[in-house]
């Protein structure tokens, strides 16, 4: 069975700072990994995925992430946290080509200081 | 990607009641999903959504419970039947967009029953 771990239920960073969100995986096959975002009152906006292709992904917004299979990790980064950056983040694997059945991780809580 | 709505995009209902939230893509798609996401939690596949026959159940949903019709493509509805305050939630649909081999969620549907 799949499974996904976000470390971190609530991170806290300041304009202009390095944004890490961290995401840890299981899977007993090559996984494909997504990260997506909440907005308040909204619907999921998928940020990345990784597919296995570059292990190096870039996403909408100026994210990035690092697939990892030696640490299991797919850890999200943003050079320069902006305000609109505030939201829940979302990892989520799926061991299905095309991201059926997607497994989610709890979420992250991104929240930006002036 | 798809553009997918949803209605109603909230509601307020009253226990013991149902209600059918409607899916509705701008273009045709093999994989249509519903999800619940419970209050300050994380996203639970609910069913995947067949076109011309039963809908696949995850663990811990029931078709009484939650029926799913999906006749055609492009449409796909959900009910949540006999609700308590419990099924208050926000439900979710989305599509496998295969060309990018990724998953887009709708809006989401808020529900709180009373």
């Known amino acids: 069975a799949q499974s996904v771990t976000q470390l971190g239920s609530h991170v806290s960073v300041s304009e202009g700072a390095l944004v890490l969100l961290r995401c840890n995986y299981s899977s007993s096959v090559p996984p494909y990994l997504f990260w997506y975002v909440q907005y308040p009152n909204q619907g999921l906006q998928l940020l990345l995925k990784?597919?296995?292709?570059?292990?190096l992904v870039k996403g909408i917004n100026g994210f990035e992430a690092e697939f990892k299979k030696s640490e299991t990790s797919f850890h999200l980064t943003k050079p320069s946290a902006h305000m609109s950056d505030a939201a829940e983040y979302f990892c989520?694997?799926?061991?299905?080509?095309?991201?059926?059945?997607?497994?989610f991780g709890q979420g992250t809580r991104l929240t930006i200081n002036p | 990607s798809a553009v997918i709505s949803q209605k109603p995009s909230r509601d307020i209902c009253q226990r013991g009641t149902s209600l059918t939230i409607q899916c509705q893509v701008d273009s045709q798609v093999t994989m249509m999903f519903w999800y619940r996401q419970q209050p300050g939690q994380s996203l639970t596949l609910i069913a995947t959504a067949n076109q011309g026959s039963e809908a696949t159940y995850e663990s811990g949903f029931v078709i009484d419970k939650f029926p799913i019709s999906r006749p055609n493509l492009t449409f796909s509805t959900l009910t949540v039947s006999n609700m308590s305050p419990e099924d208050s939630s926000i439900y979710l649909c989305?599509?496998?967009?295969?060309?990018?081999?990724?998953?887009?969620f709708g809006p989401g549907t808020r529900l709180l029953v009373l």
């Open positions: 989305s599509v496998v967009w295969t060309i990018v081999a990724a998953q887009y």
């Open positions: 989520a694997v799926s061991d299905f080509q095309g991201a059926q059945k997607l497994v």
């Open positions: 990784y597919t296995s292709a570059a292990t």
